[in-house]
């Protein structure tokens, strides 16, 4: 697509950096939501949604992270943005600790990171005109100055591969795609160097996705941007990212970069999620060892002790429950993984592991029921 | 091949709305063979669920309406069969499986109780207990732990994962010969999606029902089907068998598909997507319906004047495609070629 070529005459900023500043660096961060009952709504609970996440972002990068509903990372996403407030942990922008920033202070940072959100019938309102919406950040900077400031939406709707004429309609005269384009352009208008996509393309048909990942690729290039970019689409998160972090009930528990997650990874979690996708050719098919998980994600209310994957986990022991295993490096790899038994499979791994898991399953399956007879709910 | 279990033939489908006339389907035809997985592939508006949908009379008529063709199952017209009838096949013969499996199962009614209710409705001598019975084993076939305790629970008490079992168990309850499955992963995570269609696999080797896959994901395609109806703008662009589609698909849409997804096993250096939007489905191109996004009309008159014919692809049998240039795509989407070039 030639659509973002049009503003390349934007001055050439400077290519992305890899000093080892981070731009974005969040350590211990959790976010807890409290569960409410009773007449008094009393807090009897938390959903520990985030719960413990430190990751960081360089400069020009994209940071995938990958995980299944509830695993935590849009809540992630929202509260590095502060649209959630932190229970606790740290959030450091480009050196600056925002943790604690209130409202106005936010507004400063808001200028360099910007959010695009999934679903884009729901994050444009219907009684604005692209032309307002894309001005909007524009307006709350007191940027927006008549002239200069329609210019400037005419030109972030052409960057994002609309035309100018655009400007004067409403969402609902737009597909998809094109409101996607138009949530871009908004993130945009402030010139960003930080950019939280939110299942960005996840709402859209897939001939569109591309579109839309092409042209997020394409501005990246163009304006130096960097992304952290949250999906539960493993294809998607391999084909934009430079590193990735898998999350699993409000915990990071394997981050690497794209070969070492795709090519190698060591948790079983990240195993079994790669191994359950379906791949776009019948020729493989019965010819990958798919690792089938038995049982259901775990609630974020009340997860397990220690390891939070060991209630799905074939190769769970004693210790898997008694400690809780760090991200770090382990025996056999270079990348940070949350596991006892973290190792990479080969081929004939796959074998003996899924002989393992039939055993391990079986073994689950046979507590389970005798815990069931003895009358105590699953 | 045995002869097909159910024949579409030329289905035309409409709806009424305040804009105009939306053509869901026009001029759809394909046959399901006993036993087979038939996959039908599509985009959201390509006519993909409408067209099996309104055969069973599951589309709400008015506002649409089957304007031409038939459905013949087992020789008679689903279209012409009265309601009556086509009811009765409808959770027997003719099974279903939905999306989102919490709005196709009642949240007052326990699981039990519903899939009891399938199996009493069609089977007038059975008593209740040998429903409930057989409701237990069909949860225990389809990997619903503690089955004999769960059967009274209801379906908030399960999560998304297990309400696609109960579905499935519901729509295997009296050995279907048809098993409908649209979008049966879609909803849910791709860990719950691997057991699911574990689930649909198993559940078909022990009824050998014949599957109709609809589906918007290649990978489930490719995972399950014999055979693949590609389906654009309420037509038929591309049927055959699944290694053909995948290896030398002969329309451009379906090419353009195939280079526009991220795969999780390879690396592409880009993607290269179908330009454009979807067209209306009011007022279609003319012509071919593909032709404003192809990447080989070339502006081409034909393209922009003339409906192409769903005709056999040069390397003949089953594989028939609606491009009126199949013969000029022949290697033009190599599988194995990981790198495309960009499409301005």
């Known amino acids: 697509m030639s659509e973002a070529e049009t503003v390349a005459a934007e ?15 969040i350590e211990e961060l959790v976010k807890h939501f409290p569960i409410k009952a009773g ?13 413990g996440v430190s990751l960081n972002v360089k400069p020009g990068e994209t940071l995938g992270v990958v995980g299944e509903s509830g695993c935590g990372k849009t809540t992630l996403g929202r509260t590095i943005m502060k649209l959630l407030e932190p229970t606790s942990g740290k959030i450091v922008f480009d050196g600056q600790d925002i943790t604690g920033f209130k409202r106005k202070q936010m507004r400063a940072i808001r200028r360099d990171v910007q959010i695009v959100f999934q679903d884009p019938y729901a994050s444009l309102n219907p009684r604005m005109t692209v032309r307002d919406i894309v001005a909007e950040p524009l307006r709350i900077h007191d940027l927006y100055t008549r002239g200069e400031g329609n210019r400037r939406v005419e030109e972030l709707l052409r960057t994002v591969g609309l035309s100018p004429e ?37 709402a859209l048909d897939v001939s569109i996705q591309a579109q839309v990942v092409n042209l997020l690729e394409e501005l990246q290039g163009q304006f130096g941007l960097t992304y952290l970019f949250i999906a539960h689409d493993l294809s998607v998160v391999r084909h934009v990212s430079d590193r990735v972090a898998v999350m699993y009930l409000g915990k990071i528990i394997e981050i690497g970069t794209r070969h070492q997650i795709y090519g190698a990874p060591m948790h079983p979690y990240t195993q079994a999620l790669l191994s359950a996708v379906p791949i776009e050719s019948p020729a493989q098919r019965g010819k990958r060892e798919r690792i089938v998980l038995e049982g259901d994600v775990p609630s974020p209310a009340n997860p397990p002790s220690g390891c939070r994957f060991r209630t799905r986990c074939w190769k769970a022991q004693e210790i898997c429950s008694e400690e809780e295993p760090a991200l770090v490096p382990r025996v056999g790899g270079e990348h940070p993984v949350a596991c006892h038994f973290a190792e990479v499979l080969s081929p004939l791994d796959l074998e003996e592991q899924a002989r393992v898991r039939q055993v391990a399953y079986a073994a689950k399956r046979a507590a389970a029921a005798e815990a069931s007879a003895a009358g105590s709910p699953t | 091949m045995a002869d097909p279990i159910l024949e579409i033939r030329d289905l035309t489908v409409e709806f009424g709305t305040e804009d105009g006339v939306v053509k869901a389907v026009t001029g759809v035809s394909y046959d399901l063979h006993p036993g087979e997985v038939l996959g039908i592939v599509g985009e959201s508006g390509s006519g993909k669920s409408v067209s099996m949908l309104s055969v069973l009379g599951l589309i709400p008529m008015p506002p649409g309406r089957i304007t031409s063709g038939e459905a013949l ?64 084993e069909l949860l225990e076939s389809v990997g619903v732990p503690f089955a004999e305790r769960r059967v009274d629970q209801y379906p908030h008490e399960f999560s998304g994962g297990m309400r696609q079992r109960a579905m499935i168990a519901m729509a295997m309850a009296n050995n279907p010969s048809v098993l409908i499955a649209d979008e049966p992963t879609t909803a849910l995570d791709v860990t719950i999606q691997a057991q699911i269609v ?45 290694y053909t589609i995948f290896d030398s698909p002969r329309h451009p849409y379906t090419i353009g598909l195939m280079t526009s997804i991220a795969r999780v096993d390879m690396d592409k250096e880009r993607l290269v997507p179908i330009p454009g939007q979807p067209p209306s489905l009011i007022s279609p191109p003319p012509g071919c319906a593909f032709h404003p996004r192809c990447a080989h009309s070339n502006g081409r008159a034909v393209c922009r004047t003339e409906i192409p014919a769903l005709r056999t692809a040069e390397g003949g049998g089953d594989h028939r495609s609606a491009c009126h240039f199949a013969e000029e795509l022949a290697g033009v989407h ?3 070629a990981t790198v495309g070039g960009g499409s301005s």
Not at chain 1, 11 to 25: E, I, K, M, T, V
Not at chain 2, 94 to 119: H, R
Not at chain 2, 219 to 242: C, F, K, P, T
């Open chain 1, 11 to 25: 001055a050439s900023l400077p290519a992305p950096s890899s000093n080892g500043h981070d731009l974005l660096r």
């Open chain 1, 39 to 51: 007449f008094f709504k009393r807090t009897v609970g938390q959903v520990r949604a985030v719960d």
């Open chain 1, 166 to 202: 655009h400007a004067n309609r409403f969402p609902h005269e737009f597909s998809g795609g094109q409101r996607q384009r138009i949530g871009v352009a908004r993130a945009l208008a402030l010139n960003p160097r930080m950019i939280v996509l939110d299942e960005p393309v996840s």
């Open chain 2, 73 to 136: 199952y087992k020789g008679r017209d689903l279209v012409k069969m009265p309601k009556k009838e086509l009811r009765e096949l409808r959770g027997g013969e003719m099974a279903m499986i939905f999306q989102d499996p919490m709005t196709s199962l009642n949240p007052v009614f326990t699981i039990g109780d519903q899939i009891s209710e399938a199996l009493l409705t069609h089977n007038d001598d059975m008593k209740e207990d040998a429903a409930r019975a057989r409701t237990i």
């Open chain 2, 198 to 242: 574990e689930v649909i696999k198993a559940a078909q080797q022990h009824t050998q029902a014949a599957i109709i896959l609809i589906t918007h994901d290649l990978g489930l395609i490719a995972e399950l089907a014999d055979r693949v109806v590609v389906m654009y703008a309420g037509r038929v662009v591309e049927l055959g068998d699944v």
């Open chain 2, 334 to 336: 190599d599988p194995v």
